[in-house]
């Protein structure tokens, strides 16, 4: 097996956190990820793996080499892409990841316009929570991330950014007698920014309402459609509900707020990253940052 397989078993086994999840994450037998990750920790000279039960766990050093693993492993799907880019950018690979809002709402017209006029560049999306997003660009592993504004630690490149209004939203009977204080809110999975967004929006009103988190956006809409409750959601995302009136905008202090979307870049994009960026930038609804 190479350096890159075993290291590629190494950082799944980190993720899945067991050698059968792995085995079946890389379609793979158990024995080949023990074999890989055995290897693996007699090249850096110390134990990666310990026994946990009847399962495995990271050790310590293990822990710290894991994020050196992930790391790598970008850094040389990174280099590919970069080399075969600069040779002809036209057939080369944008590697994009977005949050699940702007994933839903926000790149499918982009990346139809984007294969329109360059249909030989390799587009690869992943879509996760804010979490998510933000470890791939600094693990070297996407290109390009569409979502809120970066955190501070973070080292990409905003490239261009876009409105975006989070609105309090229930279904039409939800008007009658809403109380912030008292109407259950549903809530974005953990490691949401909407989420996140939320709590504060709740916490600024110093109020302590019932909470119910559900797995994903779209569950959460469809929830306060049905009548389960009220959420904090991107306006543009119900825009089609609001027109039908099968959502209401609710009067919540500290609401609506702005919070742009952002098209965020490593610091050293790509050549057919790049025309990606140039083609956002030529929409009217992107600005340059």
């Known amino acids: 097996m190479t350096t890159n397989a075993r290291l590629r078993a190494f950082v799944v086994l980190a993720e899945c956190g067991s050698v059968r999840a792995t085995a079946q994450a890389l379609h793979v037998t158990e024995p080949s990820v023990s074999a890989a990750v055995g290897a693996l920790a007699r090249d850096v000279g110390v134990p990666l793996i310990e026994k946990d039960g009847r399962g495995v766990r990271l050790t310590v050093a293990g822990e710290r080499y894991a994020g050196y693993a992930r790391r790598i492993l970008g850094l040389h799907a990174e280099a590919v892409a970069a080399a075969r880019s600069e040779a002809d950018p036209e057939h080369g690979l944008v590697r994009l990841a977005a949050v699940t809002t702007a994933g839903e709402h926000v790149l499918p017209d982009l990346l139809v316009s984007f294969r329109a006029a360059h ?147 490593a610091p050293r994009s790509t050549a057919s990253a790049e025309l990606f960026v140039r083609h956002v930038l030529e929409r009217p609804e992107w600005s340059a940052s």
Do not use: I, Y
Not at 184 to 210: K, Q
Not at 235 to 245: D, F, I, N, S, T
């Open 119 to 265: 249909p030989d560049v390799d587009l690869h999306l992943e879509v996760r929570a804010r979490d998510g997003v933000w470890p791939m660009l600094a693990h070297h592993e996407v290109d390009l991330v569409v979502a809120g504004r970066p955190p501070a630690e973070h080292p990409g490149r905003v490239r261009a950014g876009r409105a975006n209004t989070l609105v309090a939203v229930g279904a039409p009977g939800a008007v009658a007698g809403f109380a912030p204080d008292r109407t259950p809110w549903l809530l974005r999975e953990p490691g949401s920014g909407t989420r996140a967004t939320c709590l504060s929006v709740l916490a600024g009103l110093d109020t302590d309402p019932p909470c119910l988190t559900l797995g994903s956006h779209g569950a959460v809409v469809a929830a306060a459609v049905a009548g389960l409750g009220v959420t904090l959601v991107s306006e543009q995302a119900v825009l089609p509900l609001l027109a039908a009136g099968r959502l209401v905008v609710l009067p919540v202090p500290g609401t609506p707020l702005a919070r742009p979307w952002h098209l965020v870049s």
